[in-house]
């Protein structure tokens, strides 16, 4: 306990040097396009990376790069604010949603340029061939930073046909879609086998699950101040959010589990018992909507439908960056161009380098809704039984582009914030302190924490 005491101490003591010295690197001489290119990123955007540099070779093919790659995301952090205040910082660095750093404060204080000139220069850049929203979350005080890569949003998938607390559209209430989750399990409480929600990669582990931060996302319970002060969040829709993670945690998870050890760990398990799969997937959201499409398919549902979730006190949706990039004081001359063609580089799902979040390229989108247009292939389950992919047909196509053209505004992750947020509740769920307590301790962490 000393020990990570000790380091969390000292990523905010290296935190607080950065913002002393946002100058670091001065003096340090510009590199020349014969230099070696450096990145930083964590292990789960590597792939990607050397996706984005096979595809940058495609125009530069005598580049070389050196990508230092970290599996702790503390560890990126700490590694990366040392180099940066030495003036040895990489060229380029791709976060995703597992730094902890305030990534845009950084780049305020001088840690990262701006790309204002570089994007002014640049004649072949068309904000409107990406999500509006998505460039808008890299700008800071007027300037451009950081420019998205992925993104995700959370997303409830469901028979349309079913008894819901809501009418089914592309853009659903969120209290609409809790309060139809709690009537399903009062409805199917002495039902063992008559699911309610299941949600992706769920563990049961409160601590390491992907419930929480959508969640946060969804509910825009974050109410800052002008000084970056939490002066009292919205009472209403912090319990809201609280009391459902609750209710999830020690109602729905246990009846998920229950079916998924009777029935077998297949997603089209879920579509025959479950009447919502909440998603909140890391890989690209169209793939993961052709695939429980497909599923629900095979469970004989044909009315498959998926809505995102508005915000609370708009009619749009909110999303999340998964993997953006910025640059660093003299960098290598090639720098924005590489952030550029990752921008636009369309990653296949069907490629050896794996399934990845949703490119902020509109193109790229309408390519990965015409790959799930195909089919429908086959393929044996261990049972013996085949499945069959189902294709995206139009009508639901067009729903997926409603669903993207009502994004409203997407977010920078801090996964300080999330911890801080589960640490703050945790005896809540596990019922050992009042609401009001941990209401508490979560406003005395979160201030804290942002006047560091």
């Not at 530069?60 to 790659?69: A, G, I, L």
Request: aromatic fraction near 12%; include cysteine.
């Amino acid at each position: 306990m000393k020990k990570k005491r000790l380091r969390s101490k000292l990523i905010v003591w290296l935190i607080c040097l950065l913002f002393i010295l946002p100058s670091g690197c001065a003096g340090v001489p510009a590199k020349s396009s014969d230099d070696i290119i450096v990145i930083y990123c964590m292990a789960a955007s590597e792939a990607e990376v050397k996706y984005y540099i096979d595809r940058f070779k495609d125009f530069y093919p005598d580049s070389d790069f050196e990508v230092r790659t970290f599996f702790d995301a503390r560890e990126m952090d700490e590694v990366l604010v040392h180099a940066l205040n030495v003036g040895i910082g990489p060229d380029i660095v791709i976060f995703n949603d597992e730094t902890e750093l305030d990534v845009l404060r950084m780049a305020k204080n001088g840690a990262f340029i701006s790309l204002d000139g570089m994007i002014k220069a640049d004649d072949a850049f068309n904000p409107e061939a990406y999500i509006t929203s998505a460039l808008a979350a890299g700008r800071a005080d007027g300037r451009q930073y950081l420019l998205p890569l992925t993104f995700t949003i959370p997303l409830v998938m469901y028979d349309a046909a079913s008894d819901l607390g809501f009418t089914p559209a592309p853009v659903i209430s969120h209290a609409d879609f809790m309060a139809s989750v709690l009537d399903s399990i009062e409805a199917s409480k002495d039902e063992r086998y008559e699911g309610v929600l299941y949600v992706s990669n769920m563990t049961g582990n409160v601590q390491t699950n992907d419930l929480i931060n959508p969640m946060l996302l969804a509910s825009q319970i974050l109410k800052l101040s002008e000084k970056n002060k939490v002066e009292g969040f919205d009472e209403e829709d912090v319990r809201q959010v609280v009391e459902w993670l609750k209710i999830y945690i020690n109602e729905c998870y246990a009846k998920s589990k229950d079916i998924m050890d009777a029935r077998g760990r297949y997603a089209w398990a879920i579509a025959e018992n479950m009447k919502y799969h909440y998603s909140y997937a890391s890989f690209d959201i169209i793939r993961n909507i052709w695939w429980f499409n497909s599923c629900y398919s095979y469970a004989d549902i044909d009315h498959f439908r998926v809505s995102a979730f508005r915000e609370i006190e708009g009619g749009n949706v909110v999303a999340m960056l998964k993997s953006y990039g910025v640059i660093g004081n003299a960098a290598h001359p090639l720098a924005y161009q590489f952030l550029r063609i990752a921008m636009d580089t369309f990653l296949s799902p069907y490629a050896a380098h794996g399934n990845f979040a949703s490119s902020a390229n509109i193109a790229n989108m309408e390519m990965m809704l015409a790959s799930c247009t195909w089919g429908p292939s086959f393929r044996r389950l261990p049972d013996g039984s085949v499945f069959a992919e189902k294709p995206l047909d139009d009508a639901l196509m067009d729903w997926i582009r409603q669903i993207f053209s009502s994004i409203d505004k997407v977010i920078i992750p801090n996964a300080k914030l999330d911890s801080i947020f589960r640490d703050s509740f945790m005896a809540y769920f596990e019922n050992e302190k009042s609401y009001e307590d941990c209401a508490n301790a979560f406003v005395q962490k979160l201030n804290l924490y942002l006047s560091e």
